[in-house]
């Protein structure tokens, strides 16, 4: 059986949450999936519109979520992480470096919700 050492709570983050929000309200009017907005920013892009990264990674960690509301579905279908060979929302949701994070669900055309979730090391609101 693997055992693994408990990680450290997370704190939530203004500049990660209104980042997530914006990509997630993007996601759910253009009906799109993955981690580039409808104007072709990227994680990094939206999270420094609201904040700065003062940390030793100058980029977010970030998954996405599309169909379930209930933040506990959309939590074990990322750690689960089927049909995702690399389990890249799992070793997000995992990361030890991780100290923040902002979430956001928001409707979405296509598959009813989408969640959007940015983490990072170490930021500083705007």
């Not at 997530?20 to 009906?31: I, P, V």
């Not at 999270?47 to 506990?72: A, I, K, M, Q």
């Not at 990361?95 to 090391?121: L, Q």
Request: charged share 20%.
């Amino acid at each position: 059986m693997l055992a693994w050492k408990p990680l450290h709570p997370l704190a939530p983050s203004k500049a990660l949450s209104l980042a997530a929000r914006d990509h997630a309200t993007d996601l759910g009017a253009t009906g799109a999936t993955g981690h580039v907005s409808s104007s072709g920013a990227d994680a990094a892009s939206r999270v420094r519109r609201h904040g700065t990264f003062t940390g030793p990674y100058t980029g977010p960690w970030e998954n996405c979520s599309y169909g379930p509301s209930d933040p506990l579905e959309i939590v074990l279908q990322l750690l689960i992480d089927d049909g995702v060979p690399s389990r890249g929302h799992r070793r997000n949701i995992m990361e030890k470096n991780v100290n923040f994070v902002g979430v956001s669900i928001r409707p979405h055309k296509t598959y009813r919700y989408n969640c959007v979730m940015d983490f990072a090391d170490s930021i500083k609101d705007n």
